[in-house]
Every structure is written in C-alpha cells, then in structure tokens.
C-alpha cells in the first residue's frame, strides 16, 4: 500500500511539473491557457501597444495573446517627483537601453530583455496574479509574391474560409476560417506594415458581451 501511495505522489509530481502543451497553429487554439502556462513555454511582455500583450517568436511566427488585468484605480502622481531628477534618470536610461529599445522584446535574448525590462519572473507574478486570458493573435510574416493568393494555401478538408469585404486600403485581404471539428472561428487578414508582409489569424478566448 505505501508502494502505491508513494507511486501515485510521483506521477502526480512529474505531471504537475509538466509544462502545458500550447496549440502554435494557425486555425486550433488552446482554450484553457492561463497566463502562467504561456510564461512557463517562454512567452513574456511586448510593449508599445495600449493593452498587456505577452508573446513568442517561433522562427517568421509570432504569436500573442492579450491579458485582461483588473482596473487600478490608483495612479501615479508626478508632481511628487523632482523634475530634474526624472528627466536626468530619463536620459540616462535612453542612454543606456536606447539600442534595445529600438529591438522588438521579443527578438533579445532573456539576459538583454530582463537588461531593459526587468525581471521576467517578476514581470510574470505582476501579469499573472489576477490576469486572465482574453485574446489570441497569430502572426506570420509573407514574402510579398504570397499576399495575393495566401488563404490558397490553407486546407479546406479542414478549415472552411468564409469572405469578407474588405473595407479598408489596409488590407490586402480579409476573410475568415472556421475549424470544421472544433467549429471554432478565426478573423483573418492579410496586410502590410513598416514595408513587410503579414497573415494574421485572430482568436477571442473571453467574449465580454
């Protein structure tokens, strides 16, 4: 009996140290994520959008997702601050990080990032405390001759593709793709941005409304 209790204490163990299997694909999606799971397979924060995105560069892939964080009520007051303080410890940190700053975070190695960012684990505790879930965004980045005809490329014994009007010069193309066994529906695009070439495929893992 002490035999299987302690077998049982070790499976259980190697499993709960197993990190989570996250889906990488373009039209499958992991439902049950947490904020902690994508941290664990090596996402961390990007910056220079309004909202906390975390995220994973895999080779010409990127893929991000978007974590919801309670509302704080308290901000920070500047005129606490001395003002030449601040702006001598701005420029030196523009000094200092100015090169890696100019870097997609993503792209620098963890030693450089948490150089700029701080502490990715700390950064995780802060983003994950009460962060959920809420988005999903799959970028591939496309060879200019590939924009065209790309949803070509998809396979229709597994995706259906669905049209939509484009209504903007910002696409190239815009439909969407819905997963025949999970039913599940993906808004697609095809686009260019800073002269290069992207397919995105979107995913909203908390629907609000």
């Known amino acids: ?13 190697f499993f709960s140290c197993q990190k989570k299997e996250v889906s990488t694909l373009p039209f499958e999606v992991t439902k049950n994520v947490t904020c902690n799971d994508l ?19 895999i080779i010409n892939t990127t893929i991000y997702y978007q974590i919801d964080l309670p509302l704080v009520k308290d901000k920070i007051d500047y005129e606490d601050f001395d003002e030449e303080t601040l702006l001598d410890t701005i420029t030196q940190s523009e000094t ?33 405390s009460e962060g959920k879930v809420s988005w999903r965004n799959f ?41 025949v066994i999970t039913k599940d529906t993906f808004n697609c695009s095809v686009y260019e941005q800073n002269e290069k070439y992207y397919f995105s495929s979107t995913f909203t893992l908390i629907n609000y409304e």
């Open 96 to 128: 200092k990080f100015d090169k890696y700053l100019k870097q997609d975070a993503l792209t620098l190695k963890d030693s450089i990032y948490e150089f700029v960012w701080g502490d990715i684990q700390k950064q995780k505790r802060d983003v994950c």
């Open 1 to 13: 009996m002490k035999k299987f209790i302690c077998l049982l204490i070790v499976t259980l163990l």
């Open 39 to 57: 941290y664990e397979i090596g996402y961390k924060r990007t910056f220079g959008v309004d909202v906390v995105l975390i995220g994973k560069k």
């Open 139 to 179: 970028m591939l980045e496309l060879k200019k001759e590939e924009t065209e005809n790309y949803r070509n490329t998809i396979d229709t014994n597994k995706y259906k593709i669905l049209n939509i009007n484009i209504d903007s010069d910002y696409y190239i193309d815009k439909f969407k793709v819905v997963n």
